[in-house]
């Protein structure tokens, strides 16, 4: 089964298209085929002017149009595609995306925080892992911060806060929103036992790159503080130049680790798994379940 997921982000618009290999176990195998990504970075218009200017939404319709073309070459019959904080908080989002449908086909849904960590959490990576450990799985975007927590196997909470890496860059994140999340996260991860990290993002994803670490490593805590401490006192271009990031990488980076370290503390987690997962995996989870419900029903 081929299924295929567009994630319309802050900062990039992704189109994974994955292969779905059932075999003994519960959880088939997905295999990645195609993924794309183009960095829109739509936060910088609507955490500005809280609308999407009309070049960048002439640059959406160009990206979806491209998509629709993959998904046609590679004979994709099941599409899931979803637009967070950027599309939730600009004015002109219904245009847009309505254009967009009538243009492509394509119809893209605008999701809420709480709706994304839960497709974030569809990847269930966890499952993997130790089953009497804690865990808090934490994806950072241009826009907001998904954080999914459970323990002994059960779901103990799921947020959204809107902290995300273009929003500090605009200095758009009061102190009393950190304090909110501080705050949340200490009280409801209190009187847990041992908590460990799973964090998502093309960040945390490019740090897991840098370290070197075999695949099902974690990165730890001081790692992570190394790594802010070493970005941070380089300009962007010093970044480009040394660490060879694109610049839509080396601007948010530093921030990016920012949350991450600070949840990290906040939770008292002393290490993060980097799975290579993000909402696209997870929608792509997700849609498998919703068609494989439809055959079941037929």
């Known amino acids: 089964m081929r299924l295929a997921a567009i994630d319309i982000g802050s900062n990039a618009a992704r189109l994974l298209i994955s292969d779905v290999i059932p075999g003994p176990q519960p959880v088939p195998d997905f295999i990645k085929v195609v993924l794309v990504r183009v960095p829109l970075r739509l936060g910088f218009d609507v955490f500005d002017k809280?609308?999407?200017?009309?070049?960048?939404?002439?640059?959406?319709?160009?990206?979806?149009?491209?998509?629709?073309?993959?998904l046609d070459?590679?004979?994709?019959?099941?599409?899931?595609?979803?637009?967070?904080?950027?599309?939730r908080d600009a004015m002109n989002a219904t245009d847009i995306l309505k254009r967009v449908k009538d243009e492509t086909g394509i119809k893209i849904n605008i999701i809420s925080g709480q709706d994304e960590a839960s497709f974030i959490y569809e990847n269930h990576v966890a499952e993997n892992l130790n089953?009497?450990?804690?865990?808090?799985?934490?994806?950072?975007?241009?826009?907001?911060?998904?954080?999914?927590?459970f323990s002994d196997g059960k779901l103990v909470f799921k947020e959204s806060f809107n902290i995300g890496?273009?929003?500090?860059?605009?200095?758009?994140?009061?102190?009393?929103?950190?304090?909110n999340m501080?705050?949340?996260?200490?009280?409801?991860?209190?009187?847990?036992?041992?908590?460990?990290?799973?964090?998502?993002?093309?960040?945390?994803?490019?740090?897991?790159?840098?370290?070197?670490?075999?695949?099902?490593?974690?990165?730890?805590?001081?790692?992570?503080?190394?790594?802010?401490?070493?970005?941070?006192?380089?300009?962007?271009?010093?970044?480009?130049?040394?660490?060879?990031?694109?610049?839509d990488r080396a601007d948010v980076i530093v921030p990016a680790l920012l949350i991450y370290i600070n949840i990290l503390r906040w939770a008292d987690a002393e290490e993060i798994y980097v799975p290579k997962i993000g909402?696209?995996?997870?929608?792509?989870?997700?849609?498998?379940?919703?068609?494989?419900?439809?055959?079941?029903?037929?």
Not at 131 to 149: C, N, Q
Not at 165 to 179: D, F, G, S, Y
Request: charged letters at 30%; glycine letters at 6%; proline letters at 1%.
């Open 50 to 70: 809280g609308e999407i200017s009309s070049a960048k939404a002439d640059k959406i319709l160009k990206t979806i149009k491209a998509y629709r073309l993959l």
């Open 182 to 247: 501080r705050d949340f996260i200490r009280k409801k991860t209190k009187g847990y036992h041992h908590v460990t990290a799973i964090g998502s993002g093309g960040n945390i994803n490019k740090v897991f790159s840098l370290s070197k670490r075999k695949e099902g490593k974690p990165l730890s805590l001081e790692l992570l503080r190394d790594y802010y401490k070493e970005f941070n006192n380089l300009t962007v271009s010093d970044r480009i130049v040394m660490y060879k990031f694109h610049e």
């Open 131 to 149: 089953k009497e450990e804690s865990y808090l799985y934490i994806d950072v975007g241009g826009g907001s911060t998904e954080l999914t927590f």
């Open 279 to 298: 909402l696209a995996d997870g929608l792509i989870h997700a849609l498998y379940e919703e068609v494989r419900m439809k055959e079941i029903e037929i």
């Open 73 to 87: 070459v590679y004979d994709v019959k099941h599409l899931k595609a979803c637009a967070t904080s950027a599309m």
């Open 165 to 179: 890496t273009i929003r500090l860059l605009k200095n758009q994140v009061p102190e009393a929103l950190w304090n």
